[in-house]
């Protein structure tokens, strides 16, 4: 069976290029090509006030500009890892729905925090936003503090009975990574040990932090058994998920998130990919 490439989106922005080198380097350790993507879109305030003659000239520009771009990221792609095979893909249509559609013939589908270009913009990027709430397989954004290596992979729980799809994932790059895997579950009010687990046996804890740790504990534990080669720890918080999960980015090589399509679980991934201080994986569920 043909092993699935990594794909990871550039613009020609250093930014980017960080995300093109941090994908190589997934690429060789999982086995797997890396396909390096860019769009030519033609953003529709340069087309209202121009004649057709000037349309033309502007998106043949635009696109010898994404060529220039795929071209330097591969050259780039290459002196990282030079034993990876790389191919590249000029996109159309809009930037943010044609990267997140590459996700359907990936393993891990990557693009920077943002760049100079349509291709992400703000302060994460409107393409990196979409493509990490709307990829088909795991998405990773990188963020520019992506480089030192701290051999911890850490994973944000909110409930026990919805993050097998994120648990594995982060099992599987602890495992590739030879590094150690720190759950974590943050919670802000006294009920939120609802969140985690209520359905746990014998007398209840008497706080909120009590039922918490007891609940990702048996959880942990089957989970120990399937990956006896990754030393695994937890950390129950009192505070928001977001902040706490971004600061937990710090001394992280990644932070893993279970992608959910709740209104409140979103927004924490929103807080976690603005504030990052290193790459994020947003992990579908199955």
């Not at 792609?77 to 590249?88: K, N, R, Y």
Request: with cysteine; proline share 6%; charged share 20%.
């Amino acid at each position: 069976m043909t092993t699935k490439p990594v794909i990871v989106g550039t613009d020609g922005s250093a930014e980017a290029l960080r995300a093109v080198e941090w994908a190589a380097k997934e690429a060789e350790r999982r086995g797997a090509s890396l396909r390096i993507v860019c769009t030519a879109e033609l953003l529709p305030r340069m087309v209202g006030p121009l004649g057709l003659d000037d349309v033309g000239n502007v998106a043949d520009t635009i696109t010898q500009a994404a060529v220039r771009a795929l071209d330097a990221a591969a050259k780039w792609a290459a002196d990282i890892s030079p034993d990876v095979l790389i191919d590249t893909e000029l996109l159309t249509g809009p930037a943010a729905v044609a990267v997140a559609g590459c996700g359907a013939g990936a393993q891990l589908l990557v693009v920077g925090s943002r760049g100079s270009s349509s291709f992400a913009a703000m302060v994460l990027g409107s393409v990196s936003r979409y493509v990490a709430i709307h990829a088909a397989c795991p998405a990773v954004v990188v963020r520019e503090e992506t480089m030192a290596a701290h051999r911890q992979v850490v994973v944000g729980i909110r409930h026990v009975s919805d993050c097998d799809t994120a648990l594995t994932f982060a099992f599987e790059e602890a495992g590739m990574r030879k590094a150690s895997l720190l759950a974590v579950h943050a919670w802000q009010s006294p009920l939120a040990f609802a969140d985690i687990g209520d359905d746990v046996p014998g007398p209840p804890p008497p706080t909120a932090e009590a039922a918490a740790t007891v609940a990702l504990a048996r959880l942990l534990a089957a989970w120990r058994i399937k990956y006896p080669d990754v030393i695994v720890d937890q950390d129950v918080v009192h505070g928001h998920p977001g902040r706490v999960l971004a600061g937990y980015s710090a001394r992280a090589d990644l932070v893993v998130l279970g992608r959910h399509s709740e209104h409140g679980v979103a927004r924490v991934a929103h807080a976690v990919l603005n504030h990052a201080h290193g790459p994020v994986a947003t992990v579908p569920s199955a």
